[in-house]
C-alpha cells in the first residue's frame, strides 16, 4: 500500500512539472486594441512629465512640484471611482470622459502661462489618466483564462511603457523645433488618436457581454 501511494505521488509530480515546462506566452493579441490605446494615452504622458519642468521655467515657474501633487490627488480620487463605474456601466463613458479629460489638460497647457492654469491642467489629466488606464487594464483581461493574464498584462504594460518612451524622444524633437508650447498642442491629439481607435476597432465577442 505504501509503495503503491509513493507511485502515485511521483506520477502526479511528474505530470505537474510536465505541465510547467510549456514556454510561457510573452504576447496576447486580444490585449492589442487596449495596448494601441494606451499606447496612445501615454504617449503624450510621456511629454507631459518629461518636459514640464523646462516648460514651467519658460512661463516663469520656478517650482512646478505642486502641479505633480495636483495629478495624483486626480488620480487618487479618480482610480476608486472608475472602478466602481466599469462595474455597473462598462467602459465606454469612462474611456471617453478620460480621454476628453487628457486631451483638455494637455491643449490648455500649451496655452497657459500661470501656476493656476498649470495645477487646473495638473488635476484635468490625472483625472484623465487614473480613470481610463485602470479600466483599459481591466478591459484587456475580461475574458481570459487565468494562465494567460500574464502574457495579457505583459502585452498591455509593454505598450504602457513604449508609449512613455517613443513619446518622450518624438515629443523632444518637436519641443527642439517648434517649442513646448506647439509640442504640447501637437501632444494633446494622442489621446483623440486613442479614443478613435478605441471605438473604430471592432469589438470581440467577450467584450459584447459588458454593459455599455
Not at 515657474?61 to 505633480?68: A, M, R
Not at 501633487?69 to 482610480?79: F, K, N, V
Request: with cysteine; glycine share 12%.
Amino acid at each position: 500500500m505504501g509503495a503503491f501511494l509513493i507511485g502515485r505521488a511521483i506520477n502526479i509530480k511528474t505530470n505537474h512539472t510536465h505541465v510547467s515546462d510549456k514556454k510561457p506566452a510573452l504576447f496576447d493579441i486580444r490585449a492589442l486594441k487596449a495596448s494601441l490605446v494606451m499606447f496612445f494615452m501615454t504617449f503624450s504622458y510621456g511629454g507631459m512629465v518629461t518636459f514640464l519642468p523646462l516648460y514651467a521655467q519658460e512661463k516663469g515657474i520656478e517650482n512646478i512640484g505642486p502641479f505633480f501633487t495636483i495629478y495624483a490627488l486626480g488620480l487618487l480620487i479618480t482610480r476608486p471611482l472608475a472602478g466602481k463605474y466599469y462595474d455597473r456601466k462598462g467602459p465606454n463613458l469612462i474611456v471617453v470622459l478620460g480621454m476628453t479629460a487628457m486631451f483638455a489638460a494637455t491643449f490648455i497647457l500649451s496655452q497657459s502661462g500661470t501656476m493656476a492654469v498649470f495645477l487646473v491642467c495638473g488635476f484635468l489629466y490625472g483625472i484623465g489618466f487614473g480613470s481610463v488606464q485602470p479600466t483599459l487594464l481591466a478591459l484587456a483581461l475580461h475574458g481570459i483564462e487565468p494562465q494567460r493574464r500574464g502574457a495579457v498584462n505583459g502585452t498591455v504594460f509593454s505598450f504602457f511603457d513604449l508609449g512613455i518612451g517613443l513619446g518622450s524622444v518624438a515629443l523632444g524633437f518637436l519641443a527642439n523645433m517648434l517649442g513646448y508650447s506647439a509640442m504640447y498642442a501637437l501632444a494633446s491629439i494622442a489621446p483623440l488618436i486613442g479614443l478613435a481607435l478605441f471605438f473604430l476597432w471592432p469589438k470581440a465577442k467577450a467584450m459584447e457581454e459588458l454593459p455599455h
